[in-house]
């Protein structure tokens, strides 16, 4: 551990820390562009100059590492001379289009120019006119006017992805970010350009123009598109400026979990976006009377009487449940005790989208959040087995990713000789013209719980946005049955 | 020994080929050295005669070489910078012209004391003509086995690689040019770490201009003393004071440091043409702040100019006579700044383009009161504050014209 100090402030980091970060450390933020911490020190924007006693220029804090009884002030009239300076160089050639610009509200240069700028221009040159709108990649556009050249973008490609799509061209002001041939960047991480350009400068054209930063609600959750289990915050609008009681997500971006993914995701992650807003099922449907409202409270009496109503000791081998590896571990283990150690299901299977395949940063083959959840709560996971299900007299499906096994056809043949089938899902889809009463579920990031990723780590998430009114989760639908299906007093033998 | 063997240009008319290098007692001091002295020796030899370096920032190139890590098995570098982009420059052209094999004797005892195989020369794309002439030299000692494997019977050996540049002023800059040796774009790199310690291809690399090592021959020739006998103490020698501009004889003259500037130009460039008097001198390239025709006293060498608030850079004298108005200066200089900038950092790539913008908006007679104090408080906004030394190398000289010739510039914006 070094000790040095920092604004008068004492704090020991471990040896190697730079200087910006053992700032950080002491609760002192230095302003900075370029520097990211997942990537090397470029040193280029020359915002987070300080001064560091006993040298006689001001010094990086991104790059200069610690040493024992440093002092360093990143206070001093020099040092927020130099920032002014650099700002003020910045924003001669920036175009200012900050009323259209999608990154207005959580922008660097805006807010260090309203904590260490204003100043009125001195610029009165022509500046420099550049492309706008430059296609660099798949939902990628490239404003070079607001390209502050940090080369955020281009080192992330390089270091962190090893694609390296991106360069600089020419040189000087005429200096410019670009791709090689105009071959587009094309991998699986190109949306964390969007989350690491400090500035307006690369926007995604999923959430151009949307929205303003403003409005937008972030909270963290776990990404359940696959094993690993990634950080992500998911960022709402609910009401204003949307409609009274509209609540739109209108964007997923990277959490920081150092143990899991650092602060990046992949791009199938960030496209989840889609999945928590569009295609939902939002209302109890009764196949029989489609148009009546029902309760899910009322469907599941419905659903826990047609249980009871097959013999006590027939039960185990005619209920079938289809369960899924996006459901939480704690309901998982409601799942485990209703289905396994109350009913004695003999017919519990696990349909989970077909694996895929891995990469080598972040996404697993496995396409389900919990898989080792289910293990935990005594599954032994199998796929549906449809002439298994075909012969049984109730059928609870939970989740759609049946829909995605299985051709609507297959399902519609194999269920046709069920008398009872229920569907719990949270998005429309095949079984939902076959089910008796259909159920709208939550997706992961409207529930709370916890998931074990693919290397065994338990992590609790909380409610990142709030279920649309009707929609509930599988915790609620399972303690429900279970108080119906199983006697006050908790006895687990009802045969 | 002849006297020649230890001037950098050998007189006129002789020729640069090996055999007359070598009847000038070429070669002598590599044999000398490899052959009789321990590398650590070579060195020392080196810091005592206080050789500092001949490319601009006047680095004690002894010195230099004792930060290279000694031992370890891996390759280590010696990169000559043949780069000489600073405008009024044209003294390394000559050594590799007139006489390279000069510069390869040097770049062998370098190679020796440092424990270096590989050498790689990189010289600016205008020399291409240069560069061929420096690969017919190198032809002829590999075939005369004074470069390549086993030299003078030993077994330390040195091969040397041309690398040809592409026209950027910035890979003069050490850390620019080992990028672009590597084939990547030319910026420079964050310091430290230092070449010395990780340079070429992450190796430990030695990066002299080719005057300084022209100069090495000499020293391990004569010894220190002959070399710190010359020029001034703290900063030993002869350098070749490259004078173009007002003077009548423009040219190479090799004489001792410190050697006062109008000597130089007098008694040497033939001073001014008739009818002309000396309005000011760019004393070492267009990088260092010029001098008023009042400061031509001052003795060319790194203290005395420094003191001077200039610098001797690569010793290129640019007479400007009173017939040259003072703005076209600024915006020939502002052109080139704004032009040869990286663009990499802040306050370079804007600090140089805006100040560009605003002088020639001057020189087009659309210049506003205020516009002067603006380029001194942009040039102070990227003095120090820039990733390699290209920001105080375009705000130094600006600054300083500004300051020193305001009357004229005042009056220029008026008119």
Known sequence: MVGLSIDGRAVRVPEGTNVLQAAERAGVAIPHFCYHPALEAEGNCRMCLVEIEGLPKLELSCSTAVREGMVVRTAAERVVQARKDVLEFLLAEHPLDCPICDKA???????????????????????????????????????????????????????????????????????????????????????????????????????????????????????????????????????????????????????????????????????????????????????????????????????????????????????????NSFMTCEELAAAGELFLDGLRLAKVYFADPAPGSADRLLLTGERAPNLRGALEAGFQPRPPDLDAIAGAEVVLVFGPPIGALFTEGVLRRTLASVPAVYFFGSHAGPLDGLAGLVFPMAVPAEKSGSFINVDGLRQAFGRAVEPRPGVVAEGAILAALARALVPSGGGADVR | MSQDAVRLLPADGSSWRLEAYLGRGGYAAARKAVTSMAPADVIAEVRKAGLRGRGGAGFPAGLKWSFVPQGGAGPRYLCVNADEGEPGTFKDRAILVRNPHLLLEGMVIAAFAVGIRTAVVYVRGEYDRVADRLREAIAEAEKAGFIGPGLFGTDFGLDVIVHLGAGAYICGEETA???????????????????????????????????????????????????????????????????????????????????????????????????????????????????????????????????????????????????????????????????????????????????????????????????????????????????????????????????????????????
């Open chain 1, 105 to 323: 509200g959580e922008c660097r240069l805006q807010d260090y120019y309203d904590a260490h700028g204003l100043f009125p221009g001195r610029f009165f040159e022509a500046k420099e006119r550049r492309e706008k709108k430059v296609a660099i990649g798949r939902g990628l556009l490239l404003d070079r006017e607001r390209c502050i050249l940090c080369t955020r973008c281009v080192r992330f490609l390089r270091k962190v992805v090893g694609t390296g799509e991106l360069g600089v061209f020419e040189r000087g002001v005429r200096s410019e970010v670009g791709t090689y041939d105009a071959t587009p960047v094309a991998n699986n991480y190109s949306g964390n350009l969007v989350d690491i350009c400090p500035v307006g400068a690369i926007t995604d054209t999923d959430f151009r123009f949307r929205t303003r930063a403003w409005f937008l609600h972030g909270k963290p959750t776990v990404c359940p598109l696959c094993s690993r289990g990634c950080a992500v915050v998911v960022e709402s609008v609910s009401g204003y400026p949307l409609g009274e009681g509209e609540r739109r997500v209108f964007r997923v971006r990277a959490g920081d979990n150092p143990a899991v993914n650092g602060p990046w995701i992949c791009d199938l992650g960030r496209a989840g976006r889609r999945d928590i807003d569009e295609n939902r099922l939002t209302r109890m449907v009764k196949a029989a009377a489609p148009g009546v409202d029902l309760s899910w409270r009322e469907g599941i009496a419905e659903v826990a009487a047609r249980i009871l109503a097959v013999p006590g000791e027939e039960r185990g081998a005619r209920v079938a449940v289809v369960l």
């Open chain 2, 177 to 415: 040019l080992l990028e672009s040796v590597e084939g990547r774009r030319g910026q420079p790199r964050l310091k430290p770490p230092f070449p010395a310690v990780v340079g070429l291809f992450r190796a430990p690399t030695v990066i002299n201009n080719v005057e300084t090592l022209a100069s090495v021959p000499g020293i391990l020739a004569r010894g220190a003393d002959w070399f710190t006998a010359l020029g001034r103490p703290k900063d030993c020698g002869t350098r070749i004071f490259g004078v173009s501009g007002a003077v009548r004889r423009p040219g190479l003259f090799e004489l001792p440091t410190g050697t006062p500037l109008r000597t130089i130009i007098d008694d040497y460039a033939g001073g001014p043409p008739e009818g002309v008097s000396i309005k000011a001198v760019i004393p070492g390239g267009l990088s260092a702040p010029l001098l008023r025709a009042e400061e031509l006293g001052t003795p060319m060498d790194f203290d005395s100019l420094a003191q001077a608030c200039s610098m001797i850079g690569s010793a290129a004298i640019v007479v400007i006579g009173d017939r040259t108005p003072i703005i076209d200066v600024l915006q020939v200089m502002a052109r080139f700044y704004a032009h040869e900038s990286c663009g990499q950092c802040t306050p370079c790539r804007v600090g140089t383009s805006w100040i560009h913008k605003a002088v020639s908006r001057l020189a087009a007679g659309q210049g506003r009161p205020a516009d002067l104090d603006l380029i001194l408080s942009l040039a102070d906004g990227m003095k120090g504050r820039t990733l390699c030394p290209m920001g105080d190398a375009a705000a130094l000289p600006i600054h300083a014209l500004v300051t020193k010739f305001r009357d004229e510039l005042d009056r220029a914006v008026a008119r």
